[in-house]
């Protein structure tokens, strides 16, 4: 492909990555008007006043971690997927380790979702003195079932039941190990009617590692036909263009999304908890929460937290009531969440910004996946997977590419006569670009033929991005160098600085490829942008996923070899013309001579 489109297609995915980073300040999902409410149950409280003053403006800013009780008493149910902690206090979900996924590359201990939190998974918060700080009874318990009670203010019976799928559980969505069935039914014990307003608390999200950007880090909730997403730019002000005074917008304590709500999901670059209700619920709350520190990022580590708000439960006198649905606490597995019956799989967030859409991530990411984890279960490793997938890539868009680089090297050798023709009618331009067109037609040159790779590999370079970027399998897999697919490889650091190799390499297979490829331009100010591109290309890249970084590399590496072989090839329309047809003959052999004489 000649150089101008390439720098067409590098300044468009350099535009992509910059819409996939920053659009999410730029258009929030459906804004609501913000909500003010009193602290109480109903909102997570403040944090104390022993560590902020009433007056600080962070004390509503920021949901209240849940203090630590003492006296609490839990019940563990495992299988062999987690092992789900319940707790007196709210007769709730505390936390779920995820026995498959250790918390660090160098441990062995679990990851613990929902671990620093400001309630329980599950917990009520809808009726004030009816939260997580209610004590429960423990009426049974068994390997795979819980059950607690208790009586709020001698007019309300609460029943709370919690059950999980022993053992491995089954392939299909529905009886999935992460999946934990919940029911809680409300008995009124009075002689008149009550209604109460129901609330409940989805878990708290935060930073995966010191490398997280926190891209992915964000609550979704889905109405039947598409996820809205908040994330915590919706919530913090400012906006894109906040540096330079437009789009300012001032901080929210919370941010809320009205609406149908089939399921709401809390979720951070590989994990998420999504409850999905037996009936919808009607929006989704959402808050921001001060966490402590990460070891080795400097930046405040900030995470959210978000309650779905379900129709309130009206109990006329001795009546009672239930609420049910099913929690997911577990990794964003696309083989796994496609299964299930409302599309948990939306959690992926394939389809969120305006580039995955108009090139077809949705549909795209999907499918490379099922093939990548098809090709995974064949060689056994995740970073062989993805070099089989890239030559699979380069296969498929190989006519496309072996095309554009034909039409690339014709149009370097026609350079000379498009200037002349330049020269020649330079005071007549429609002449010139009928001559010019003329020449095209002459040596078969399409003038578009550079763009039409670009056009084809651009969605796929997408799709592949937001597919590994959000992969939970690639977490601490290792592969060459690198000990985890899902973060770069850093090898050392010089002065703070991380030295990350495979970027570094996608560099100098980005030099090689620029140096190979025909250039039909002299325009200066394009050969000096195309020496930068290179440069600018691995400082943005530098610090994404290795299987990115890698994908890029051996991309580069099977383009280099195919550029190699495409410059040694002899064009067909170069070819020498057809050798003139032979005299006729006679049957021995000897020429027949025309001797017709010519009309005058």
């Known amino acids: 492909m000649d150089k101008k ?106 990851y613990v979702f929902n671990q620093v939190h400001t309630a329980p998974m599950l917990a009520l918060n809808g009726l004030a003195g009816l939260g997580y700080r209610m004590r429960y009874e423990l009426v049974s318990s068994s390997a795979t079932e819980v059950v607690y009670r208790t009586v709020f203010e001698n007019r309300i019976e609460v029943t709370r039941g919690y059950r999980i799928v022993p053992g491995a559980g089954s392939a299909d969505g529905k009886q999935d190990p992460y999946r934990i069935h919940h029911e809680t039914t409300f008995r009124n014990l009075t002689d008149h009617t009550s209604s109460l307003p129901v609330t409940l608390n989805l878990g708290t999200t935060a930073l995966i590692s010191a490398t997280d950007v926190g891209l992915y880090l964000n609550v979704a909730a889905y109405d039947g036909d598409g996820a809205q997403v908040i994330d915590r730019g919706n919530l913090e002000g400012g906006g894109f263009l906040s540096w330079i005074g437009l789009r300012n917008n001032p901080p929210k304590s919370e941010f809320v999304q009205p609406g149908n709500t089939v399921w709401g999901a809390v979720k951070n670059q590989f994990f998420t908890s999504i409850y999905t209700p037996a009936k919808p619920g009607t929006g989704i709350t959402v808050r921001r929460v001060e966490l402590p520190p990460i070891a080795g990022n400097s930046r405040a580590n900030t995470g959210l937290t978000a309650t779905m708000t379900l129709e309130p439960v009206s109990l006329a006198p001795a009546a009672e009531s239930a609420i049910s649905g099913d929690l997911y606490v577990g990794p964003k597995e696309y083989a796994r969440l496609s299964k299930f019956e409302q599309r948990q799989d939306k959690v992926m967030q394939y389809d969120r910004y305006f580039f995955n859409r108009i090139f077809f991530s949705g549909l795209i990411a999907p499918f490379m996946y099922s093939i990548m984890n098809w090709m995974h279960g064949f060689v056994g490793n995740w970073g062989l997977a993805i070099v089989l997938m890239t030559l699979l890539l380069k296969v498929v868009t190989l006519p496309f590419t072996l095309a554009a680089s034909r039409s690339a090297k014709r149009m370097q050798k026609i350079q000379p006569e498009m200037q002349a023709l330049r020269e020649k009618y330079k005071d007549n331009p429609q002449k010139m670009q009928k001559e010019t067109m003329a020449l095209f037609k002459k040596h078969r040159v399409n003038p578009m033929g550079g763009c039409l790779p670009i056009f084809i590999t651009m969605p796929l370079f997408i799709a592949f991005f937001v597919m590994l970027q959000g992969t939970a399998e690639l977490r601490f897999q290792p592969f060459l160098w690198t000990g985890d697919l899902s973060a770069p490889d850093t090898v050392a650091r010089i002065f703070g ?104």
């Open 5 to 110: 489109n390439t720098i067409i297609g590098i300044l468009l995915l350099i535009t992509a990555f910059a819409v996939m980073y920053y659009g999410q300040q730029v258009a929030p999902p459906k804004p609501a008007p913000e909500i003010t409410r009193p602290v109480g149950e109903n909102q997570a409280p403040g944090p104390a006043q022993s560590t902020l003053p009433e007056s600080s403006p962070s004390n509503a800013a920021f949901a209240a971690l849940a203090e630590t009780n003492t006296d609490a008493s839990f019940v563990t149910l495992s299988n062999d997927f987690i092992t789900a902690r319940f707790t007196n206090y709210g007769g709730a979900l505390r936390d779920v380790a995820l026995r498959k996924y250790s918390r660090s590359e160098k441990s062995a201990e679990p």
């Open 497 to 600: 600085l991380p030295i990350n190799i495979m970027p570094l390499l996608m560099g100098a297979t980005m030099i090689v490829q620029m140096r190979l490829t025909p250039s039909p331009s002299v325009d200066n100010a394009q050969v000096k942008m195309m020496k930068f591109m290179p440069v600018i290309f691995t400082l943005i890249c530098y610090n994404f996923s290795c299987a990115l970084a890698l994908y890029s590399t051996i991309n580069g590496l099977f383009t280099i070899g195919q550029q190699l072989v495409v410059n040694r090839m002899k064009d067909p329309a170069e070819s020498a013309p057809a050798a003139q047809a032979a005299p006729k003959t006679d049957r021995k052999g000897r020429p027949i001579i025309n001797v017709t004489p010519k009309k005058k």
